[in-house]
């Protein structure tokens, strides 16, 4: 039962590299999104999709790049990371049918920007 | 546009205490209720939601949490709280439409001591 698969776990990045944070689900779940947690703020919405081909921005999408070419996978890109990028990012899922169904979220990113 | 807001950042509470964990909500139209809980290191996991009918929703570790139109609010208690009910909770709100996109609090932080 593998659900929402997040790599890799922790990264630590120097100022101006890019990386790809990989989210992959095994669901079939139309919906998939990305959050960023940072202390006192919960979590922000950064990037969401309501399937492959289709995505959309949500709070806070400056410096980040989302593609969904499967259902299974929604990679987030970093494109010149910053240190204000330092947070815990979380990949989430669910069924799109309706409103009211589970998000199942994955263990987390924790991301260092030096 | 949809705002949650949990009144507690910190709440500190002694084992078999009730605890009471605030939630108010702003949205105009209907709204989805949820609450999430995220042990350490770990992604969030849903422990109630409210969709419909009944006012109060029971989660199956003895949480518990009433809607109120009225006040908007979506409190969560547990009458006897336990050292594994340790975790940060947070308050999520989806007012529904074409995209499923959660709106979440600041979370509260529960520390059970002993």
């Known amino acids: 039962n593998a659900g929402v698969t997040q790599t890799p776990k922790f990264q630590v990045l120097k100022t101006g590299q890019s990386m790809t944070l990989q989210c992959a689900q095994d669901m079939n779940h139309e919906y998939m999104s990305w959050y960023r947690q940072d202390p006192g703020m919960g979590l922000r919405l950064i990037h969401y999709?309501?399937?492959?081909?289709?995505?959309d921005q949500g709070e806070v999408p400056n410096g980040y790049n989302v593609s969904r070419s499967t259902t299974e996978d929604f990679p987030l890109r970093l494109l010149s990371a910053a240190p204000s990028q330092t947070s815990v990012y979380f990949c989430?899922?669910?069924?799109?049918?309706?409103?009211?169904?589970?998000?199942?979220f994955g263990q987390g990113t924790r991301l260092t920007v030096v | 546009a949809q705002s949650v807001t949990q009144l507690d950042s910190q709440v500190p509470v002694f084992e078999e205490a009730p605890v009471e964990l605030r939630c108010n909500y702003s949205s105009s139209v209907s709204v989805y209720l949820f609450w999430y809980v995220q042990y350490p290191n770990q992604g969030l996991q849903l422990l109630l939601k409210y969709l419909s009918g009944s006012t109060l929703v029971k989660s199956i570790n003895g949480f518990e949490a009433e809607f109120n139109k009225s006040q908007t609010s979506f409190h969560l208690r547990k009458p006897s709280v336990h050292i594994s009910d340790t975790a940060e909770y947070f308050c999520?709100?989806?007012?529904?439409?074409?995209?499923?996109?959660?709106?979440f609090g600041k979370g509260t932080l529960l520390t059970v001591n002993p």
């Open positions: 989430a899922s669910s069924y799109h049918r309706r409103e009211d169904t589970e998000a199942f």
């Open positions: 999709s309501v399937g492959a081909g289709i995505t």
């Open positions: 999520a709100a989806n007012s529904g439409g074409s995209n499923y996109k959660l709106t």
